[in-house]
């Protein structure tokens, strides 16, 4: 068998790729890397320590915080305010933008992120996750900005999540291909398990909540319709398939194919997901994978953030399928 390749092996024989490399950037992969498996110690065993549970506190979503989000969001942090990689990050858990303490060396990244999305599944022990997306900083010195968090999603060095599920993975992009690596917990180590992962062009696979469909817009209802005809010819129906868990449903998706949708509807005419910490690092993700993502009238990785916790709406999948969503979305079909 060959020898396995360690993520951190993975990382340095990719690093000759990155002109000017310093380092940092691979050290800041690896940290990343370090805190899933600070996250995934405490998400594996949190229906046993009484870790379930509401905190009570209410985060700047207005969602109740588990305690995992809490966690998970702290780790995060205490992993970055002190290596000198970051000059500041954003936290879905966090209203504003999170200084690096006075007294630590600044770095020339910024960090944002969703530290454990789909956190209302956690008492229910369905598979939830962290994703992160990368910037270099925009400002010339000094703590970061919101400016330097707010860039487009076409701006991002690097994007990724990772999938606390049956196994725990981290998958990621840096520009030149999708891998993902499956944590050893024996070894503690996250190992290469799915090299340049690539999307399927067409799939068969739909996933959206059918429960918001008497909200949504003319375009996306005959849409959905139309994944349910019966014509074989066209490979349809699709099959449904929502855990309602976005770094799930998106894994599925960029593994199997087809199409995963939060559209705008009636209650949420921006959507519900986040563009910083979700959308776009997902995006970046999938179309490095050969797929494409949309808000259904443009490209998710063009758009210029007006805020932090700024919605969207994600169409997001393989790409014929997102090109037909949209042309029915846009009403041309
Ligand atoms: P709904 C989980 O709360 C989350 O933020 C995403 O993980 C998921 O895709 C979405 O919300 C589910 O939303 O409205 O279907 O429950």
New binding site residues.
């Given amino acids: 068998m060959a020898e396995a390749m360690t993520l951190n092996r993975f990382i340095l024989s990719t690093e000759h790729r990155h002109p000017g490399a310093t380092g940092e950037f691979s050290a800041l992969l690896s940290h990343i890397a370090l805190a899933a498996k600070v996250i995934q110690r405490e998400v594996s065993h949190a229906g046993l320590v009484d870790v379930l549970g509401a905190t009570g506190a209410v985060n700047v979503q207005g969602e109740e915080v588990k305690k995992l989000d809490v966690f998970a969001h702290e780790a995060m942090i205490r992993m970055f305010q002190y290596p000198g990689l970051l000059c500041t990050m954003a936290s879905e858990e966090e209203k504003d933008i999170i200084p690096i303490p006075e007294g630590f060396p600044l770095g020339k990244y910024i960090l944002n992120f969703d530290p454990l ?2 956190s ?1 599944n956690i008492d229910a022990n369905v598979n939830i996750g962290t994703i992160f997306s990368v910037h270099r900083r925009r400002s010339q010195s000094g703590p970061g900005t919101p400016e330097d968090c707010m860039q487009p999603g076409t701006e991002q060095v690097c994007a990724g999540y990772v999938l606390y599920g049956t196994s725990t993975m981290l998958v990621f992009t840096t520009g030149d291909g999708v891998h993902g690596f499956t944590l050893d917990p024996s070894v503690g180590e996250f190992l290469l398990s799915h090299q340049d992962i690539r999307i399927p062009k067409r799939g068969s696979i739909y996933s959206t ?1 059918e429960g918001n469909y008497h909200l949504w817009p003319d375009g996306t209802r005959r849409y959905i319709d139309r994944l349910k005809t019966i014509d074989k010819a066209k490979n349809l129906p699709y099959k449904a398939r929502y855990i ?3 770094v799930a ?1 998106f894994h599925r998706t960029l593994l199997y194919g087809g199409i995963f949708l ?1 559209p705008a509807d009636s209650k949420s005419p921006k959507g ?2 986040r563009l910083l910490y979700e959308a776009a690092p997902l995006a970046m993700i999938c179309e490095r994978a050969g797929g494409a993502a949309s808000t259904g009238s443009e490209r998710i990785l063009e758009i210029q953030p007006e805020g932090l916790h700024q919605r969207v709406p994600l169409i997001i999948g393989s790409a014929d399928d997102v090109a037909e969503a949209e042309r029915y979305i846009q009403g041309k079909e």
Wanted: glycine fraction near 18%; charged fraction near 25%.
């Fill in positions: 999305d789909g209302s909540n309602g868990s976005l449903d939060y519900k997901l």
